[in-house]
């Protein structure tokens, strides 16, 4: 064999569906893992898969010395640590102007990190979020690479071809920016993934535990919605999961499974991000507050008992429900409530971009999730065209479509969550979008309260709505003083 096109490291079920991917594409490409079974698993896939052009090594030299320069190669590997370890070993076999590109979901200050000291050796650096799971990276996933421009020259040929393909907008992939800048949107993209996911979770809660629709009516339901403004990879899969009967017993599978949600930590860091850049991401965390609460099985199995006992029975309504209008009402409550998580989640990475420098272009990072990656929506040519009416579109919420959309939508988001409320259901997340957007709607907020109390205990200070400055009152005396005069 001659030189291949490009490397590949780590083969877990990603790390092989890519190779695969980059072989069909018709790229040579060489692979790597440290447990050598896998590369010799890799290999046999890529012949019963068509004779790809796979070439399986088992020592890192060989590995690296099969590419050709300057070499490419892609790390597959899990986050933190093993990424360190799989760049010392292969970086004492490259050369200078040769690349490496981390495809993990990695923390983005780690990536700037690696790309200095890549750098120092002369080498260059990418950090590529890739979107899509392992459908997704064997037949086109979302990619977001950061960091060296170079680096990204030397394989976007690559990149084009392998990336979803979207006809109306192109290949689902662009140079994202400097530094950390794809690991941190691929981080946000996760963290509106969070939000999707909860938003939908509560819908399904109100149309069963309110509604007691079954779940062939659920699949129906979820089918029908991903015709229209809905249409998404979330909203299909979910109604695929309605209609998937139990394997192991009798009934649907859903219903099996226990409820209790994991997680890998970027919602978790999303959230952490949006605190530190003083960006109110509400939906996003309320997803993560479920996941945590959802946790605590053996504490809520316990809960139920208690407030079963104290009183608290199920208050659901054995009022008959008109379940057309209900799912009319989740339709338009779901919607409206994914329209504020994204705007969430948009605001964190221009706040990050601002502060980085990085230069993000909001449109384009919704063109590149309109295919391949998990939150894939019709709903995102939307917001790309938003970005590319007004580039620096405040929020979402402001741009004139979606704020006529919510307007239209937010009686029957009302009636959603407090007919929820009334039967004792939690919509964390849509109450929290709900909350977002009556406050950013509103000129004046109960902040003024707040601001007073932080300057009575803590001489904190104040601006007035009426004269420029900063102001602090003696609130403690002038309260006492109104005290012993009884006028207080």
């Not at 980059?22 to 490409?29: L, M, W």
């Not at 509106?192 to 509604?211: P, R």
Request: net charge neutral; with cysteine.
């Amino acid at each position: 064999m001659g030189l291949t096109r490009i490397g590949l490291a780590g083969l877990a079920v990603m790390g092989q569906n890519l190779a695969l991917n980059i072989a069909e594409k018709g790229f040579p490409i060489s692979v790597y893992n440290r447990t050598t079974s896998k590369v010799d698993e890799t290999v046999e896939r890529a012949n019963v898969e068509g004779n790809l052009p796979v070439y399986g090594f088992h020592d890192p030299a060989s590995f690296v010395h099969s590419i050709q320069k300057p070499r490419v190669i892609i790390m597959l590997v899990k986050a933190g640590a093993p990424v360190d370890q799989t760049i010392a070993t292969l970086s004492a076999h490259m050369e200078e102007g040769d690349c490496i590109i981390d495809g993990g979901n990695e923390w983005y200050e780690n990536t700037e990190r690696r790309e200095k000291a890549m750098a120092e050796l002369g080498l260059l650096y990418l950090g590529m979020g890739v979107s899509g799971g392992e459908e997704g990276a064997r037949n086109g996933p979302s990619l977001m690479p950061g960091g060296s421009y170079e680096a990204y020259k030397n394989i976007e040929d690559i990149l084009l071809k392998v990336a979803a393909q979207v006809a109306d907008s192109g290949p689902c992939v662009t140079y994202v920016g400097k530094g950390g800048s794809g690991n941190f949107v691929k981080m946000v993209h996760n963290g509106i993934e969070y939000g999707d996911m909860q938003l939908i979770a509560e819908a399904y809660d109100v149309l069963k535990s309110v509604g007691k629709l079954s779940n062939e009516e659920l699949q129906a339901v979820f089918s029908e919605w991903n015709k229209g403004e809905l249409l998404s990879f979330l909203i299909e899969i979910t109604s695929d999961i309605f209609g998937i009967k139990d394997d192991k017993g009798e009934g649907y599978l859903v219903d099996k499974v226990l409820d209790k949600t994991g997680m890998k930590g970027t919602g978790k860091w999303t959230v952490q991000q949006a605190a530190d850049l003083s960006v109110a991401a509400p939906t996003i965390a309320a997803s993560l507050d479920s996941r945590f609460l959802s946790g605590l099985k053996e504490e809520r199995v316990e809960a139920a008992k208690v407030f079963k006992l104290g009183g608290f029975s199920d208050i659901l309504s054995s009022q008959p429900v008109d379940k057309a209008k209900l799912i009319e009402d989740v339709r338009q409550a779901l919607y409206a409530s994914k329209i504020c998580s994204y705007a969430q989640g948009m605001n964190l990475i221009r706040a990050k971009s601002m502060e980085k420098g990085w230069d993000l272009k909001l449109g384009e990072l919704a063109r590149i999730w309109k295919g391949g990656c998990i939150i894939r929506a019709i709903f995102l040519d939307r917001i790309k065209k938003a970005y590319d009416r007004n580039p620096e579109l405040p929020s979402l919420l402001v741009d004139p479509e979606f704020a006529k959309e919510i307007l239209d939508r937010q009686s029957a988001w009302r009636r959603v969550i407090c007919l929820a409320i009334n039967a004792g259901i939690s919509t964390p997340g849509m109450s929290a979008s709900l909350a977002y957007f009556d406050t950013y709607r509103r000129e004046r907020v109960p902040a003024n309260l707040v601001q007073a109390q932080r300057d009575y205990f803590g001489a904190h200070t104040y601006e007035r709505i009426d004269m420029p400055g900063s102001f602090h009152t003696e609130w403690f005396k002038i309260a006492k003083q109104l005290k012993i005069r009884g006028h207080l």
